[in-house]
């Protein structure tokens, strides 16, 4: 559904958002960029796990699909082909 895409979307924005500035500060105080990357990666793979599997959260609103309708449609496909021609070579 809908509201669910958009709320996996806003928890995967601000955890990468989160764990970005916290690994900044880190890194800088320290002087280690390696731990910066490890604190994004860290909340990449945490944001993954959390929006990535379809969790009961994100399907709350599920949509409402139009019924099948069976009334001869496929007799009205075949009768409208055309057969096909082929290039002559």
Known sequence: DYKGQKLAEQIFQG??????????????ITEQFGWT????????????????????MYRRNPLK???VQESGTEEK??????????AKS
């Open 77 to 86: 496909k075949s009768a409208d082909r055309k057969p096909k021609r082929y």
């Open 15 to 28: 955890i990468i958002l989160v764990s970005a500035i916290i690994g900044f500060i880190y890194g800088y």
């Open 65 to 67: 699909w139009l019924p």
């Open 37 to 56: 990357v490890y604190i994004v990666m860290a909340g990449f793979a945490l944001s993954c796990l959390l929006t990535l599997p379809p969790w009961p």
